[in-house]
C-alpha cells in the first residue's frame, strides 16, 4: 500500500508539471487564447476615412478630384463654394469604396445659417443626377438660421431627411464641433442617428417598414431612393461652408 501511494504521488506530481509547462510554452489551447484569435481575425475594426491630412479616401459624385473646393484646413476637411457655379456642377464628395452595414463616426461644424447632409447608400450611375437621389441623408444644419429648420423638425440637425425628426435639438452652437454617428444594420433592418451622444433618431433602412416610411413623402416615386442597400458614403454641398473631421468607419 504505501509503495501504490507513492506512484500515485509522482503521478500526480508529472501530470501537474507537464500542464504547468504546457500552459507557459503555450502549446495548450486555452479559452482566453481561442478570444485572442477572434480579436485577431475580427473585421469590426474602424477604418479611418480622414484623418486631416489626406482626401485619398474621397472623390467628388461620379468621379473626379475633390481638392478644388474642399479643402484641409487646420486638421478639419473644409468646403468653401465657389461664388458662382458653373451649370450642372455637382461638388458633394463620396467615398470611393461602397458599405453595406457600418458605423460611420465624424465630426462637423456648420457655418452660420449653414446647410449640408450625410449621405449613405448612394448609387453613382449617371442616370442618377444628385447624391440625394439615392442616399438617404442625416441632416446637417444650422437650426437657429437656416429657414430649412422652419420647415418642419424633418429638416433639422440629426433627422433623417423630411422622414424622421429628431426626438429633441441636441446641437451646440454655430462655431462648435458636433459629434455624430450613424449606424446602418440591413441584417436587423435598423438605421439610428446620435449626435452628441443622443440617440435622436431611429428608423428602417429597408423592407415594408421602410416602405411604410417613404408612402406619402417626396421620395416614394424616385426610382433609385433608399434601394440600393450597398453604396458609397457622401458629405453633401449645399452652397454653404460646412466642415468635418475625424471621419472614421466600422462595418458590421
Known amino acids: 500500500m504505501r509503495k501504490l501511494g507513492m506512484v500515485l504521488l509522482m503521478a500526480i506530481c508529472i501530470a501537474s508539471c507537464k500542464d504547468k509547462a504546457e500552459k507557459e510554452s503555450g502549446d495548450v489551447s486555452t479559452e ?6 477572434s480579436q485577431t481575425n475580427s473585421t469590426d475594426e474602424w477604418v479611418t476615412l480622414f484623418d486631416g ?11 473626379g478630384d475633390p481638392g478644388a473646393y474642399w479643402k ?8 468653401n463654394p465657389p461664388t458662382k457655379k458653373e451649370k450642372g456642377q455637382i461638388l458633394d464628395i463620396v467615398s470611393k469604396k461602397e458599405y453595406t452595414n457600418f458605423v460611420l463616426s ?3 461644424k456648420i457655418s452660420e445659417g449653414g446647410n449640408s447632409g450625410i ?9 442618377f443626377v444628385k447624391p440625394y437621389h439615392t442616399g438617404m441623408e442625416i441632416q446637417v444644419l444650422d437650426n437657429e438660421k437656416h429657414p430649412d429648420a422652419k420647415n418642419g423638425t424633418t429638416h433639422q440637425a440629426g433627422a433623417l431627411y423630411d422622414l424622421v425628426e429628431p426626438s429633441k435639438d441636441a ?25 452628441n451622444g443622443v440617440e435622436v433618431a431611429a428608423f ?3 423592407g415594408e417598414e421602410l416602405e411604410a416610411l417613404l408612402k406619402g413623402s417626396k421620395f416614394e416615386k424616385w426610382e433609385g431612393f433608399a434601394k440600393f442597400k450597398t453604396g458609397k458614403v457622401g458629405l453633401q454641398d449645399h452652397g454653404d461652408v460646412v466642415a468635418f473631421r475625424n471621419i472614421k468607419i466600422k462595418e458590421l
Open 72 to 79: 484641409i484646413e487646420d486638421g478639419a476637411l473644409v468646403f
Open 32 to 37: 482566453p487564447a481561442t478570444e485572442s484569435l
Open 106 to 108: 465624424l465630426e462637423w
Open 204 to 206: 428602417p433602412v429597408g
Open 119 to 127: 449621405f449613405w447608400g448612394i448609387n453613382d450611375d449617371e442616370k
Open 171 to 195: 446641437t451646440k452652437p454655430v462655431g462648435e464641433w458636433n459629434t455624430c454617428v450613424i449606424t446602418i444594420d440591413h441584417n436587423t433592418n435598423k438605421g439610428s442617428s446620435v449626435l
Open 53 to 63: 491630412t489626406s482626401l485619398d479616401a474621397w472623390e467628388l459624385y461620379q468621379g
